[in-house]
T-cell receptor, first 113, second 112 residues
Framework: GENVEQHPSTLSVQEGDSAVIKCTYS??????FPWYKQELGKRPQLIID?????GEKKDQRIAVTLNKTAKHFSLHITETQPEDSAVYFCAAPNSGSARQLTFGSGTQLTVLP | DVKVTQSSRYLVKRTGEKVFLECVQD?????MFWYRQDPGLGLRLIYF???????EKGDIPEGYSVSREKKERFSLILESASTNQTSMYLCASSFSRGLEQYFGPGTRLTVT
């Protein structure tokens, strides 16, 4: 199956700075890479995703980049705000079953005021 | 708006008890999933189901079983709860060929 590694496990930034979270995957056939955000005490929710036919996707202050050759993808948050504080999970399709996702171990992002 | 609900937010059980966690979705999704969330380990798949009465093992199925008698409902069963099953349990659902998963609010299970 797919193996997804996520770094760093914790990240603290000053409000207004940028934050970058990186993930690597093992299956070169993977073609869909979502990012989920889980605020404290709440359920994970999809915030952005990218398919393997594009290298970058943006949605306001968040963007995801994909390097298929190196098999890694990253989440970029610019002009961070306190409400960006949360746990972020990356994921990739399980090579054994396209219906499944394999999740990274999560990154706790703290935005300091 | 997709809604995935779980039967309990918090549950405390004793070692050896049989535990049922229930999940219901109202979007006619074919796929349903049970995950376990532990700090530093992310979301680990226990079981998933892609149709009524169908189930497949995930990465950590030992000590768990599942039941899907109706399309909208997916139950996770701990036959004999143990302290190492203390965790947050998250249910999710998705369309048959869709990859976006919609999560429930989670059940915090404590086994004493």
């Amino acid at each position: 199956g797919e193996n997804v590694e996520q770094h760093p496990s914790t990240l603290s930034v000053q409000e207004g700075d940028s934050a970058v979270i990186k993930c690597t995957y093992s299956d070169s056939a993977s073609n869909y890479f979502p990012w989920y955000k889980q605020e404290l005490g709440k359920r994970p929710q999809l915030i952005i995703d990218i398919r393997s036919n594009v290298g970058e996707k943006k949605d306001q202050r968040i963007a995801v980049t994909l390097n298929k050759t190196a098999k890694h993808f990253s989440l970029h948050i610019t002009e961070t705000q306190p409400e960006d504080s949360a746990v972020y999970f990356c994921a990739a399709p399980n090579s054994g079953s396209a219906r499944q996702l394999t999740f990274g171990s999560g990154t706790q992002l703290t935005v300091l005021p | 708006d997709v809604k995935v609900t779980q039967s309990s937010r918090y549950l405390v059980k004793r070692t050896g008890e049989k535990v049922f966690l229930e999940c219901v979705q109202d979007m006619d999704h074919e796929n349903m999933f049970w995950y376990r969330q532990d700090p530093g380990l992310g979301l680990r798949l226990i079981y998933f189901s892609y149709d009524v009465k169908m189930k497949e093992k995930g990465d950590i199925p030992e000590g768990y079983s599942v039941s899907r008698e109706k399309k909208e409902r997916f139950s996770l069963i701990l036959e004999s709860a143990s302290t190492n099953q203390t965790s947050m349990y998250l249910c999710a659902s998705s369309f048959s060929r869709g990859l976006e998963q919609y999560f429930g609010p989670g059940t915090r299970l404590t086994v004493t």
